[in-house]
């Protein structure tokens, strides 16, 4: 079942994840947050499980997208490391974690960015459950082929 924890920029959305993967355990699950500094000019992903974290947008006065630039190779070693989680997982036969993308959005829809690791997510939420975060104006421009539930919408 795949869940979707939506709103508009800056209310929340990030943080309701975070508490509720305090909620519930870190160890049930798997994937990537995302956090930003207080004036919101750069943001990082970090690993649920390892914690390992990069720098993935800042302000530039040079961008790629919109007023940021951002590091491809990170965006290249999130979706690597979500497709392999995603595949141990399934080889699982019971207690598979949830898996988790925050901070799906604008450069997922033009194919790029976390795209490659969100479609295997996607996939996985056919028959396991999986949580991604994304701003409601984003939703309906997805084309999601099963049901989704939203969340703290």
């Known amino acids: 079942m795949l869940k979707i924890i939506t709103g ?3 209310s929340g959305k990030s943080t309701r994840l975070k508490n509720y993967i305090s909620k519930m355990g870190k160890n049930n699950f798997f994937g990537f947050t995302s956090f930003c500094n207080e004036e919101r000019n750069k943001y990082w992903v970090k690993n649920i499980e390892t914690e390992e974290t990069w720098l993935l947008l800042w302000e530039s006065f040079t961008p790629k997208y919109s007023r ?3 590091d491809e190779e990170v965006f290249k070693i999130v979706n690597e490391k979500l497709k392999i989680r995603i595949e141990e997982e399934m080889k699982k036969s019971k207690n598979r974690k949830i898996g988790v993308l925050d901070e799906v959005g604008m450069i997922e829809l033009e194919s790029k960015g ?4 969100l479609m295997a997510l996607f996939d996985y939420s056919k028959k396991e459950e999986a949580i991604i975060v994304m701003r409601q104006n984003f939703v309906n421009e997805f084309s999601f082929d ?6 703290f919408d």
């Open 146 to 151: 099963q049901s989704y539930e939203l969340l």
């Open 68 to 70: 940021f630039d951002y």
């Open 8 to 10: 508009a920029k800056g």
């Open 114 to 117: 976390f795209n490659e690791g």
